[in-house]
């Protein structure tokens, strides 16, 4: 095994990020309710009947708060043990399924699968990019539609970038810092946390793996999984910009 294929294995978010994500991410002004509200909208402009939504990757369970209003009928599902621990508490009757996007079965479908903040990014190559899009598109329904959120576009990367983020509630502070560095279509994304609170400072490190891929490369992956697929690239301010790719299965597809 590779130390890049151990890293990516390391992705995998762990008690110390799973404790500070939600205070460092709303805190942020990450608008997870509007964002849901977005998904909404897109899947009912399609399918107005839909009523049922799988959230895959679904961290700790901020998005479907909110969808769970929305739709009669929600899930999530999260590789993590320390997020879908924290989603399952704060979503009570909410089924929230151990699973690797790149290969669950469930056993039913979904008017609408999503998998939002760039979980797909986590992905090697196309090969597992292709498995995660099939996996999550034997999940929707005939006619129901699949909304995946890439990560940042080969051609649009910025190699070096630097990220910083101080956070406050009371008896609390979060400080990390972050530096991207590309090789090829992998990005290293090495990031450093401080925090302090009453039992004194802790620091710890997360390095993920990434991989860049071009438009023309996730849509085919929608293309073959079954799913005729869309860029939005104009997604407004709640989603600071960034993209949506959807697709609407087409009836007859292959699970």
Not at 122 to 128: A, N
Not at 211 to 230: I, K, N, P, Q
């Amino acid at each position: 095994m590779t130390i890049d294929q151990i890293t990516r294995d390391a992705n995998v978010y762990g008690d110390d990020i799973s404790e500070i994500y939600d205070l460092l991410y709303l805190r942020r002004g990450k608008d997870y309710a509007g964002e849901a509200d977005i998904v909404t909208s897109l899947v009912r402009e399609r399918v107005p009947h839909a009523d049922s939504l799988l959230d895959v990757a679904c961290g700790t369970g901020e998005h479907l708060k909110t969808l769970r209003e929305r739709f009669s009928r929600v899930e999530g599902l999260e590789l993590s043990d320390a997020m879908r621990a924290r989603a399952r508490a704060k979503l009570p009757g909410v089924a929230v399924h151990p699973g690797d996007i790149r290969d669950f079965r469930l056993g039913r479908v979904f008017d609408a699968v999503c998998s939002l903040y760039s979980t797909v990014g986590y992905m090697s190559g196309t090969g597992e990019l292709d498995a995660a899009v099939a996996s999550m598109g034997r999940h929707v329904a005939p006619g129901g539609v699949l909304i995946v959120e890439p990560w940042y576009f080969r051609d649009g990367f910025a190699d070096g970038h630097i990220g910083d983020d101080v956070v406050r509630e009371e008896g609390r502070t979060i400080a990390r810092v972050a530096r991207s560095a590309r090789d090829g279509d992998t990005v290293r994304v090495q990031a450093h946390y401080l925090v302090a609170d009453g039992a004194g400072v802790r620091h710890f490190e997360h390095t993920q793996v990434m991989s860049l891929f071009s438009r023309a490369e996730y849509a085919a992956a929608f293309e073959r999984a079954g799913f005729t697929a869309e860029c939005l690239e104009e997604t407004g301010p709640l989603l600071a910009g960034r993209s949506l790719f959807l697709g609407v299965r087409r009836d007859g597809s292959a699970r």
